[in-house]
């Protein structure tokens, strides 16, 4: 049995065990599983793959990314932290270069020291209030940046003697933040940022 039929089993397993609503999309380039907690696999590393969402499966593991992955959207305890293991165990981070959209909803902590050079949209739903603040800096092209429901962040953070250029920011949405207080020392240097939405 290969691993889109063990897939599909295991999720007809959660459907029918659990009552859930179990999801599972899988075509030739976009791959979706949802509330599946059986499954217990490692994502196929399936070279046509362009979208990807894993929420709310906690025994997946994520051993590596499609090469030419864009957009990836993640969620649940288990899975983000199979998401940072990859992240820091690959040279260089573990983000294929095609990335350019990462929605993350749960605890995470993106690994610091590392740039994120191809990402344009990042979406954080931080429903356990783990993000205190923000490091531009490591995110060159960053396009989108919207939070949601972080009650503990409180700033956007530069590092003292960086003078990171945000030409490519356009827009940012921090939603239920209420305290999120502060931009970088000295301002902020995005001069194409058109749209902030911010308590």
């Not at 897939?7 to 459907?15: E, K, M, P, V, Y």
């Amino acid at each position: 049995m290969n691993t889109r039929q063990q897939i599909f089993l295991a999720t007809l397993l959660c459907r029918t065990a659990m009552k859930s609503s179990s999801w599972l999309y899988w075509e030739k380039e976009r791959l979706q599983i949802e509330k599946c907690h059986q499954l217990v696999t490692s994502i196929p590393i399936a070279p046509d793959l362009l979208r990807m969402q894993l929420s709310d499966c906690d025994k997946v593991l994520l051993k590596q990314l499609p090469p030419r992955l864009c957009q990836l959207t993640i969620g649940g305890c288990h899975i983000l932290q199979s998401f940072v293991e990859l992240f820091t165990s690959l040279l260089g981070g573990g983000l294929p270069t095609a990335l350019n959209s990462l929605e993350i909803r749960g605890t995470i902590q993106l690994p610091r020291g590392y740039y994120y050079p191809s990402l344009e949209r990042l979406q954080i739903h931080d429903d356990c209030n783990s993000l205190r603040s923000f490091p531009l800096e490591f995110y060159q092209k960053l396009k989108l940046l919207r939070v949601n429901a972080s009650e503990n962040l409180e700033s956007l953070s530069i590092s003292e003697g960086s003078h990171q250029d945000l030409t490519s920011l356009a827009q940012l949405d921090f939603w239920f933040c209420p305290n999120f207080v502060s931009f970088p020392c000295g301002g902020l240097f995005a001069p194409n940022l058109t749209k902030k939405i911010y308590p």
